[in-house]
């Protein structure tokens, strides 16, 4: 089983350590992703699976595909700490929060605008 948390949950998963893990494609993650995500898009997460930490905090555009993320890191590779972002991105740019794109530092949106 994983948590569903909305983006104003974020910060307490950052503050017990968790890793945030974009499974969007890389075009999508490029295009401005929530600050310190590592982008593991959804059809490279099993072979990749040694790259993730617990807690985990997985985020996609709506929270469909880092739904089934959660659900397969849960039930099939033996996480416990595992959070899906409800409404992905678009309710995290909804509700004013800042993203960031390849490159950029955590929170400062390119050009001082919201991305």
Known sequence: MFDEIYPDDVSA??????????VREVWEFGA?????????????????????????????????????AAQYLTTRAGFDRVANLV???????????PTEKPGEHAGQPAQGRRT
């Not at 998963?13 to 974009?22: S, T």
């Not at 997460?45 to 996609?60: A, G, N, Q, T, Y």
């Not at 409404?87 to 929060?97: A, E, I, N, R």
């Open 13 to 22: 998963w950052l503050e017990e350590g968790a890793q945030i893990v974009d």
């Open 32 to 68: 401005g992703h929530v600050p310190g995500a590592v982008n593991i898009p959804l059809d490279e997460l099993i072979s990749r699976v040694d790259e993730l930490r617990e807690p985990l905090v997985l985020v996609c555009a709506t929270g469909n595909r880092s739904g089934m």
């Open 87 to 97: 409404g992905g991105t678009y309710l995290w740019v909804s509700q004013g929060k």
